[in-house]
């Protein structure tokens, strides 16, 4: 128990930090440059558990006990005996699963964003032949370290179930930041000095002598925030072309925070 409950920690770590890396990295940003640590990682992790993950882990959960619950549920017994039948032929063929997710393997480019299929189904079939149902007609009996070796290889396949799956989520939220930057926090720099922020959408303005913070540049949104480092793109920011601007909050620089602007819809009470 205490094995498995190490691995899905260490599977949250894992996945929050591929997220982060994906999602940072598409705006040129490094994980460990700006800062996150393995709490933050537990926590982007979640960003997997959708309603749609959810649902199936429940039900690859509960498949086992199914002819148990049909029987609570007052199914005829020659119904579950069916049903239980059924799932040890499945066990059974978990050959042909490991099959389907080298064959996979082959149509990788042709999957794109279905890659995830293959190894999952390798990692699937491994784990039902280690199933009762599944050696029960084997003609020799399993050794320990054959079954642990069949574990560790199912393991690494979900751990990269979970880096295909992470990776791509980061990425398709970097982009959806990307195109709607105008709803984020927006940021306005006054300097003492003139600042190289230029950018599309970046406003100069030089408001005179005589006070203490001269420049002002706005037209910016806030990335993120960490150690009195604002990383902040200009309104009009593409990944191919434009720089993410890091602020140091100093003597010389005032960095104000304001709202962004509202979606379209958004209820206007506060």
């Given at each position: 128990m205490l094995g498995a409950g190490s691995f899905v920690v260490a599977l949250m770590l894992y996945a929050g930090y591929l997220y982060i890396e994906a999602f940072y990295s598409y705006f040129h940003l490094g994980t460990f440059a700006v800062g996150f640590d393995s709490l933050e990682f537990a926590l982007r992790s979640l960003r997997l558990v959708t309603l749609p993950v959810f649902a199936t882990l429940v039900v690859l959960v509960l498949i086992p006990y199914t002819p148990e619950l049909l029987a609570l549920l007052g199914v005829p017994e020659r119904r579950v005996r069916a049903v239980r039948e059924y799932?040890?032929?499945?066990?059974?063929?978990?050959p042909f699963l490991i099959v389907a997710g080298a064959v996979l393997m082959a149509l990788w480019q042709p999957l794109r964003g279905l890659n995830w299929l293959a190894p999952l189904c390798?990692?699937?079939?491994?784990?039902?032949?280690q199933t009762s149902?599944?050696?029960a007609r084997s003609p020799r009996r399993r050794r320990a370290w054959e079954r642990a070796v069949s574990l560790v290889v199912a393991g690494v396949f979900l751990m990269w179930v979970v880096a295909?799956?992470?990776?791509?989520?980061?990425?398709?939220?970097?982009?959806?930041t990307a195109h709607r930057l105008v709803h984020r926090v927006a940021v306005v720099v006054l300097s003492t000095e003139r600042l190289s922020l230029t950018g599309p959408g970046v406003v100069d303005e030089n408001?005179?002598?005589?006070?203490?913070?001269?420049?002002r540049y706005s037209g910016l949104r806030l990335l993120v925030e960490r150690d009195h480092r604002y990383y902040v793109l200009p309104l009009g920011w593409r990944k191919d072309r434009d720089?993410?601007?890091?602020?140091?909050?100093?003597d010389s620089v005032r960095v104000e925070l304001r709202p962004g602007v509202r979606p379209h819809g958004a209820s206007t009470r506060g």
């Open positions: 799932g040890h032929t499945l066990a059974r063929l978990h390798v990692a699937v079939g491994l784990l039902l032949g149902a599944a050696t295909l799956a992470a990776g791509d989520l980061g990425r398709r939220d970097a982009r959806r408001l005179g002598e005589g006070l203490r913070y001269r420049y720089a993410t601007f890091v602020i140091e909050d100093d």
